[in-house]
Structure formats: C-alpha cells, structure tokens
C-alpha cells in the first residue's frame, strides 16, 4: 500500500524521509533549547496552510504575540492565515477560560482607550482624577482575572483539564478542516503529568484527530534519550533530533532523522541552517 506523505515544508528535509511525513502521524521534534524547534514547527504549519492543509499551533507557556512575532522575523505571516482561516494559535490554559480571557481583552481596550484620553488632557481637573481612578479599577480587575485563570490551572484536575483541551481542539480541527498540528510543548504537558499511561493516552488521543502532528519536546543536553519525558519517542510514529554545534567561529544547527514508522530514512547527520526564509537542511562536507 502506498503511503501519503506531508511535505514538511524545510528545504533538505523531505529527501531524508522518503518525500515527507507519513500522514496523520504523531511526530516528536525534540531537542536542548535554542536549536530550532519552535521554528520549524511553525515552518511546517505555514507552508502547509500556504497549500491548503490548514493547521494549529498549541501553545502551553509562550503568549500568542510572541509566537507572531517569531513567524514574522521569517516573512511569515499567522495573522492573515488566521482571518483566511488557515492557521489558528491555541493556548492550552485559555480552555475553559474563554470568558475571563474576553473581559481581559475587553478591559485592556477600554485602558487603552482610558488612557489616550488622559494623555491627551494636559491640566489637571476632577476629570483626569476620575479617569485615573476608573483606570486604576480596570488594572485591578484584570489582575484578579488573571489571578482566577492561574488558580484554575491547579484546581482543575489534569484529567478534566485534558478533555475540556481535547473537545475544543477537535471543534478547531473541525472549524478550519485542520491537517497540520504543532504541540508546543510536551515537555510542558508532563510537568502537570508525568505518568507514562497519561502521556500515552493523550498522544493517542490526538492521533485520532488525524491530522499529521508534531510534538516539540526539550531535550537535556548529553542526552541518553531522545526526550525529557522517556516515553513519548515510544509512542509517536517518528522522531527528529535537532541539536547545536559550538566552534570558535560559528555555531551550526544539526538534524538527525531518529526514526520514521513506515519509511526507509537517512540516518546521516545534517546541517540545520537558519535563514531569513526558514530552517534548510544540508549534507554535511566531507572535509567539515
């Protein structure tokens, strides 16, 4: 039987797997910070919402404006895909925060909007003291919003937290008609869970959302694993170890194609380029 694979989108990358991922496989992308992974999450889900896979990024720690901002340092636009419908950010925490995160987002533009009108008042009145008071209540509701979302976080058990996740992201998935997924990060799901049938059923999980996944996982540096966790390389179908190399001049990115279910891989380490366009791969010089 022939298998569809997904182009991932990294120039170099594909011809190391046989022409893409396999699809509707989990895959885990793991390695020590800095060394590319977010980035090539983000490479993955662009170039496929550019070709009409639509995809999500689910992000547990890093805010919404950073990932944009990230995109966009390569070229990469996330909001227009984001009003075309190709491409959505999901925070894990936001689930079931959905109205607390509205009425923060409602109050911060009424501070804004607040605070260009006392800006633009230049002598003090009895006006400027009431903005200034109704301005100080704003900043002090959003404080204690913020404060019920982080205290849901612990409350909630991890279980409950994981199926409120699960039911949004598959009416995401749904919604846009989502092919790529980014989960970013695992390491970040284990530090609420860290029981191997917990990882396994969650991976399990978002293998039924049939979407070709990948799972960023960090990695300590010297590893004997090829994840934090020591599970997750056994229950995703792939994994793909991004690391840096140090010299006196340069410091160069490398990529090693770990394992690929179903395909006939090339185990050679490569070099991981770092562009203004993206992540390349490339062979290696013999006289490197």
């Given at each position: 039987?022939?298998?569809?694979?997904?182009?991932?989108?990294?120039?170099?990358?594909?011809?190391l797997?046989?022409?893409?991922?396999?699809?509707?496989?989990?895959?885990?992308?793991?390695?020590?910070?800095?060394?590319?992974?977010?980035?090539?999450?983000?490479?993955?889900?662009?170039?496929?919402?550019?070709?009409?896979?639509?995809?999500?990024?689910?992000?547990?720690?890093?805010?919404?404006?950073?990932?944009?901002?990230?995109?966009?340092?390569?070229?990469?636009?996330?909001?227009?895909?984001?009003?075309?419908k190709?491409?959505?950010?999901?925070?894990?925490?936001?689930?079931?925060?959905?109205e607390?995160?509205?009425?923060?987002?409602?109050?911060?533009?009424?501070?804004?909007?607040?605070?260009?009108?006392?800006?633009?008042?230049?002598?003090?009145?009895?006006?400027?003291?009431?903005?200034?008071?109704?301005?100080?209540?704003?900043?002090?509701?959003?404080?204690?919003?913020?404060?019920?979302?982080?205290?849901?976080?612990?409350?909630?058990?991890?279980?409950?937290?994981?199926?409120?996740?699960?039911?949004?992201?598959?009416?995401?998935?749904?919604?846009?008609?989502?092919?790529?997924?980014?989960?970013?990060?695992?390491?970040?799901?284990?530090?609420?869970?860290?029981?191997?049938?917990s990882?396994?059923?969650?991976?399990?999980?978002?293998?039924?959302?049939?979407?070709?996944?990948?799972?960023?996982?960090e990695?300590?540096?010297?590893?004997?694993?090829l994840?934090?966790?020591?599970?997750?390389?056994?229950?995703?179908?792939?994994?793909?170890?991004?690391?840096?190399?140090?010299?006196?001049?340069?410091?160069?990115?490398?990529?090693?194609?770990?394992?690929m279910?179903?395909?006939?891989?090339?185990?050679?380490?490569?070099?991981?380029?770092?562009?203004?366009?993206?992540?390349?791969?490339?062979?290696?010089?013999q006289?490197?």
């Amino acid at each position: 039987m022939t298998i569809k694979r997904i182009n991932t989108g990294i120039e170099g990358l594909d011809r190391l797997i046989q022409g893409g991922i396999p699809e509707g496989s989990p895959i885990l992308i793991s390695g020590s910070p800095g060394t590319g992974k977010t980035i090539l999450g983000l490479q993955f889900l662009y170039w496929g919402a550019k070709n009409n896979e639509p995809g999500i990024y689910v992000t547990f720690e890093e805010p919404k404006e950073s990932i944009i901002s990230t995109a966009k340092n390569f070229g990469w636009d996330l909001e227009d895909l984001e009003r075309n419908k190709k491409f959505r950010i999901m925070g894990y925490f936001e689930v079931g925060n959905e109205e607390y995160l509205n009425e923060i987002n409602n109050l911060k533009k009424s501070l804004k909007e607040l605070e260009k009108r006392r800006k633009d008042m230049k002598v003090k009145s009895e006006l400027i003291e009431d903005l200034e008071i109704k301005m100080a209540d704003y900043q002090d509701r959003i404080r204690q919003i913020e404060d019920i979302i982080t205290e849901r976080r612990y409350t909630l058990t991890q279980h409950e937290r994981e199926e409120e996740f699960l039911e949004r992201l598959n009416g995401l998935v749904s919604e846009i008609n989502a092919k790529r997924l980014v989960i970013d990060s695992l390491s970040a799901y284990t530090i609420y869970d860290e029981s191997r049938e917990s990882l396994h059923r969650f991976i399990r999980r978002l293998r039924d959302l049939e979407t070709t996944t990948l799972l960023i996982s960090e990695l300590p540096k010297d590893s004997m694993w090829l994840s934090r966790d020591k599970i997750s390389e056994f229950a995703c179908d792939g994994v793909i170890l991004l690391s840096l190399e140090h010299t006196k001049e340069k410091i160069y990115g490398r990529i090693r194609v770990e394992k690929m279910r179903g395909t006939k891989i090339d185990r050679n380490e490569k070099f991981l380029w770092f562009t203004d366009k993206g992540l390349e791969v490339k062979d290696i010089p013999q006289d490197y």
